[in-house]
């Protein structure tokens, strides 16, 4: 069982910067891919980017690639989202998830934060 609790989102401005944390419970944070979803009010949740155990592989949505950038730190049991050049599109509930697997599907996510609401302003 992992329990992920994310942290760090807010309201900014287009243009701006912020970055989200995800902590892990459990001893096997390393063992997992994991993943930053996000949900815009009517839209269906999409993927943003996934990293994979050990942090050499990361996979990006078209939609973030040179803006966003993912990473994890093992020891600490966290993985980060840093959010630059966010623009109201970006807009959305941000979910942390974990995945046995190497995967940006979200249904072959095994669990979920309880999320972080980013809103950028124009």
């Known amino acids: 069982q992992v329990q992920l609790v994310e942290s760090g989102g807010g309201l900014v401005q287009t243009g701006g910067s912020l970055r989200l944390s995800c902590a892990a419970s459990g001893r096997t944070f390393s063992t997992y891919t994991m993943g930053w979803f996000r949900q815009a009010p009517g839209k269906e949740r999409e993927f943003v980017v996934a990293?994979?155990?050990?942090?050499?592989?990361?996979f990006y949505a078209n939609s973030v690639k040179g803006r966003f950038t993912i990473s994890r730190d093992n020891a600490k049991n966290t993985v980060y989202l840093q959010m630059n050049s966010l623009k109201p599109e970006d807009t959305a509930i941000y979910y942390c998830?974990?995945?046995?697997?190497?995967?940006?599907?979200?249904?072959?996510?095994?669990?979920w934060g309880q999320g972080t609401q980013v809103t950028v302003s124009s």
């Open positions: 990293i994979s155990r050990s942090g050499g592989s990361t």
């Open positions: 998830a974990a995945a046995s697997g190497t995967t940006i599907d979200a249904k072959a996510y095994d669990y």
